[in-house]
């Protein structure tokens, strides 16, 4: 009998939560995979796109790191840095003349099996702008569930900020896939920073809406207006490589309309490459051709869509080169930002010129990022621009070389700089969070393009020193919430107070969309006294104990001595909808290392036992025997500290009903 074991030679990586597995099947073994009731869809992994002491980045002079070590002494000391990158194969050439610490005294290296040196050229940048900042590297790891792995070891070593240049070329273009997903559940729920580059596709990009070329059944203008060049182009020597990615605005996993992508060889005279898979109502929004030019096909090529069938779409296409050049012909930067980067919860960076910094570079990609899936929304994107083509040692060989050392392009080394201010600022004894240190940045970067923010430069230029030269704002540091056992627990930090008399706590409930006017006007629901005059952090918290299910606002009513007031921006709250029966959760994080939590919540009251057991059937731990009240919920935590690696059950059993979910521990 064919099995998903027998049937792989090795399973390199897994996730449980996405149902994804990684692993190497012979060809012969394709298709009997494929008939496995439990597999959906095979597909080949992509690799992903790379964006690419003796020498001191120009970019620490530029984003003004260095004044302000100089003036405030800030060096980025407290803060852990987390850097994602292919490799550090060369670090000991770097750590030679003085240009990155030695690994144990600065530098710890969790992984480098990927290979390659870009991530010693971020390190150096980082290192140059705050030495006193601790660093960490993790490689990317080949595969997306290898990358998120990476992302979790990283916040493990208790990284403050993680970094990355790095782009999963297949994820989709008008959704959050897994990555972005996951990535955006884990700044929700932690005080961290992530940084990413916008991307260097500003010259290998196209989107708009299929329009059929006049004079055939159904391929692509590109130009839209059937001009002599309706396709998109570029030029490839022989042995170079392309990789071209061709997505629609369908949902992945529920796309009905077909569309072709083929590749045209202007010196064979023919087609070369096509990917023609079929999309029926259950399938991804995805062609994707890889192809290698020979001698007899090497020159210019044309990229040709065909709509096999289907409605109009809106047609996204991006080109990776390793050699050769593209044609501007029907190519736009504009909304050129996708996956990860498009969150908006991480830190968005494009690319500008270090020797002219108001001036972007030419392959920086540019937002918005449009998102049609759950719902249509477009996202704000880059948040900032810093320079690149700064000076790196050139560590095995990585880089452009130039009359002084190498310099490093793309928009990774503008991340590896937003990442050193913000280390640096966040290192300052006033800033408690990192969401403050964000605020500053936007806040005081200076502003480029067109007035205010704009998809182009963001908010603007970072700079550290200008953070330093405005006065800190007096409002909130934080405003945050926790679901506990007892209700809602909302948590909010001051940095300065001035004749600060106190909070009143105001809530507005239920929310219950999709209906309007239906909501509650907000209401007073506690008070909490205030420190008068400070100039250091200040803590506050309140427990709210009446709320129930559904949604709520909350806002804080920050009073002065003299009456005046001001509100803080609303906090949402989702505490569930109310469920007809009682609902017990998936465990968060699963999979998970020793530590997760388990939330339950009863519509009626009820005496509720909740108990683990191991794969055989043995009781592990009892988490819950009480009695469990009206329309309450509850969080409980389980320590599998030691425990061994393997599948787990939770059980949760009242006198009417029995619910069981399965967890797995990855130590």
Known sequence: MNTFESLTETVLNYNLSFGIAVALVRVKNLINLASLSNVLKIETVMPPSLNSGSVVSEGDSIHQTADVRVTYGDNGSGIKIGVISNGVDSRSSSQSTGDLPQDGLGLTVLSNT???????????TIYDMVPDAELYFHDLGGNTISFIAAVDNLVNAGCNIIC????????PFFEDGIVAQYIDSLLNANDILYITPAGNNGISHYQNRFKRLSGTAGQHDFSGENSQTPYLYFNLPSGGNTSIILQWNDRFGGSGNDYDLYLYSFSAGSFVAQSINYQTGSDDPLEVINYTATAATA??????????????????????LDSGFYYSNNISGVDAIFGHAALDSVIT???????????????????????EYPSSVTRNKPDLVAVDGTLITGAGGFGIPSALMYRFYGSSASVAHVTGVLAQIWSNNQVTSGTQAKSYVLNYSYDEGSSGYDNTFGFGLINSLNVYQNPLPVELSSFTFKIRNEGVKLNWITQTEVNNYGFEVERKAPLKPPKEGNEGDWEEIGFVDGHGNSNSPKYYSFLDKTVKYGNYLYRLKQIDNDGSYKYSAPLEVNVGEIPGEFILEQNYPNPFNPVTKINFAVHNPAYIILTVYDILGNEIEELFNDYAGQESIYEVEFNAENLSSGIYYYELRTENEVKIKKMLLLK
């Open 299 to 320: 020159g210019d090529f044309a990229i040709v869509v065909n709509k096999y069938s289907g409605i109009r779409k809106n047609l996204e296409v991006f080109i990776y």
């Open 349 to 371: 960076v494009g690319a500008v010129k270090y020797y002219t910094p108001d001036s972007l570079e030419i392959y920086s990609s540019c937002g918005p990022s449009t998102i």
């Open 114 to 124: 990927y290979g390659g040196d870009e991530g010693t050229a971020m390190l150096e």
């Open 164 to 171: 990355d240049d790095v782009a999963w070329t297949t994820q």
